[in-house]
T-cell receptor
Framework: SAVISQKPSRDICQRGTSLTIQCQVD?????MFWYRQQPGQSLTLIAT?????????ESGFVIDKFPISRPNLTFSTLTVSNMSPEDSSIYLC?????????????????FGAGSRLTVL | DAKTTQPNSMESNEEEPVHLPCNHS???????IHWYRQLPSQGPEYVIH???SNVNNRMASLAIAEDRKSSTLILHRATLRDAAVYYC????????FGQGTILTVHP
């Protein structure tokens, strides 16, 4: 399965600033997903990022707050803009596992370790 | 998205089998049943998935009811390392996580 590196692994940020999280994959993938996990909660999908097209955002998430770039098939960034304490969360990047595609048609995901943001 | 219902928490003893249930009465014909788990301070990891037939892999077994309205993840011999939150998810394409089951394994 794919290996995902996320940077930063954690950061402490000031209110009103923005932070960009990087997701690097060791193989080319079509679909990349960004999730948020608030303290003590489950994962919530923010958006789906395909290379060469605009990201598709889920209900409750907007591009101005969470701009996403997908410049190639191995890399994506998520920016958390104008942060407030409510944005304190773990942000996770995930990709479709090539072994899952084709063999069964199911979407099998591999996740990065996450980026833990604390906004003061 | 079809919804799943899982117990909030379960407990097991080390070396014993664990059966983690999941109800999904509104599952559609094209929905795969996925199980992921999240160890403390880590991202979720894939455990197993299936469509209609029971499935086995090196990590676990997945038993799917004949009407597909429920499924059970089976850990044959729990270890301390299996303590995690287990998520049962339906879907084809993007996956929506529910609250999951917190599994505690006692030595």
């Amino acid at each position: 399965s794919a290996v995902i590196s996320q940077k930063p692994s954690r950061d402490i940020c000031q209110r009103g600033t923005s932070l960009t999280i990087q997701c690097q994959v060791d193989s080319q993938v079509t679909m990349m997903f960004w999730y948020r996990q608030q303290p003590g909660q489950s994962l919530t999908l923010i958006a789906t990022a395909n290379q060469g097209s605009e990201a598709t955002y889920e209900s409750g998430f907007v591009i101005d707050k969470f701009p996403i770039s997908r410049p190639n098939l191995t890399f994506s960034t998520l920016t958390v803009s104008n942060m407030s304490p409510e944005d304190s969360s773990i942000y996770l990047c995930s990709v479709e596992n090539h072994l899952g595609q084709g063999r069964s048609g199911a979407n099998v995901l591999t996740f990065g370790a996450g980026s833990r943001l604390t906004v003061l | 998205d079809a919804k799943t219902t899982q117990p909030n928490s379960m407990e097991s003893n080390e070396e014993e089998p664990v059966h983690l249930p999941c109800n999904h009465s509104t599952i559609s014909g094209t929905d795969y049943i996925h199980w992921y788990r999240q160890l403390p301070s880590q991202g979720p990891e894939y455990v197993i998935h299936g469509l209609t037939s029971n499935v086995n892999n090196r990590m676990a077994s997945l038993a799917i009811a004949e009407d597909r309205k429920s499924s059970t993840l089976i850990l044959h011999r729990a270890t301390l390392r299996d303590a995690a939150v287990y998520y049962c998810i339906l879907g084809y394409g993007k996956l929506t996580f529910g609250q999951g089951t917190i599994l505690t394994v006692h030595p």
